[in-house]
């Protein structure tokens, strides 16, 4: 089998090692964001990995951005949430969302660092992104689909102020959404999605048109597409498409491996944006991305 190796796209410094990272992700401009908390504690979690938390509220965050050449940073006052999402808007502003119910576990910060506006997204929401004309995707686990009403639709599009735009309707045919698995927000204000127990890859227009097809792969972790081209991450081994009428007809199935050819066992998050797939292994510090029209 053929090797694919990703390439080093941003890594965080380490003059910012004082800093805790409370989440990290890649925008729709390319930059990697960490969000850095000066005072926080980890917290023991008997149902999955331990967590950082800040030690009281509100507190003061930093905000560090780099697409590969040196990093800018920001302060932002007053944050409320302890962040399970990031994000940038194209403004400026910064979103931050919090992993509970309620109507303040979203922050909308302005670019002063100030928060102008808190609202609900929901719970449960396991991917949150911000596309390039500033409106906001949110897709669900079954904590959120089952738990409130704002996420039981499975994927949710908002306005950049949080005002509900659309929400999914499963074409004929298809089954609700119980668990998202893989959410990839492009360019032409659309968004690709892959969610339990669908055996098919939904792709959303920005006029909430939705087209689907069958996937070889069952549950990707990844998702990056480019024309007709259609590429899942799943295990470690990316499986190239081209999308037909109604079908995902597998090309060739590769290892993805980091720059040195380590093959890529594990890692932790993956943002697709459009025809990138941003990776990020064990270390919360470094960022990788593939290209597939490169």
Same mark, same amino acid.
């Given at each position: ?6 390439? @080093? ?5 380490? %003059? ?14 390319? +930059? ?12 023991? +979690? ?11 509220? @509100?507190? =003061? ?5 780099? =697409? ?46 100030? @928060? ?14 911000? #596309?390039?004309?500033?409106?906001? !995707? ?14 039981? $639709? ?8 949080? +005002?509900?735009? !659309?929400?999914?309707? %499963?074409?004929?045919?298809? %089954? ?15 968004? !690709?999605?892959?969610?339990? @127990? ?8 920005? #006029? ?19 024309? $007709? ?13 081209? $999308?037909?009428?109604?079908?995902? =007809? ?9 720059? =040195? ?34």
């Amino acid at each position: 089998m053929r090797n694919t190796a990703l390439r @080093p796209h941003a890594t965080l410094p380490g %003059p910012y090692d004082a800093g805790t990272v409370l989440a990290t992700t890649v925008d729709a401009r390319g +930059n990697a964001l960490w969000l850095l908390c000066p005072d926080a504690e980890t917290v023991r +979690n008997p149902y999955g990995p331990s967590y950082p938390k800040p030690r009281r509220y @509100p507190y =003061d965050a930093l905000l560090v951005s780099s =697409d590969g050449t040196p990093p800018v940073d920001r302060t932002l006052t007053g944050v409320r949430v302890r962040p399970s999402a990031l994000d940038v808007l194209p403004d400026g502003r910064v979103l931050l969302v919090g992993g509970g119910a309620g109507e303040s576990n979203a922050q909308l910060l302005g670019r002063d660092g100030r @928060p102008p506006h808190r609202f609900s997204i929901g719970r449960g929401a396991r991917f949150v992104r911000a #596309d390039r004309q500033g409106t906001l !995707w949110s897709a669900y686990s079954d904590e959120g689909v089952y738990g409130d009403p704002l996420a039981a $639709a499975g994927l949710v599009r908002w306005d950049g102020h949080g +005002n509900r735009q !659309w929400s999914l309707t %499963p074409p004929d045919g298809l %089954p609700h959404p119980v668990d998202a698995h893989a959410l990839n927000v492009d360019d032409d204000g659309g968004a !690709w999605f892959a969610y339990h @127990p669908s055996p098919r890859l939904l792709h959303v227009r920005a #006029d909430g048109r939705v087209a689907s097809w069958t996937t070889p792969v069952a549950r990707p972790r990844g998702i990056a597409a480019h024309g $007709a081209e259609v590429a899942l991450l799943a295990d470690g081994l990316l499986h190239r498409c081209r $999308a037909s009428a109604g079908t995902l =007809d597998p090309l060739e199935e590769t290892r993805l491996t980091l720059p =040195d050819g380590t093959p890529l066992t594990r890692y932790t998050d993956v943002v697709g944006r459009g025809r990138r797939l941003y990776v990020r292994g064990k270390s919360v510090r470094q960022w990788y991305v593939l290209d597939i029209d490169m």
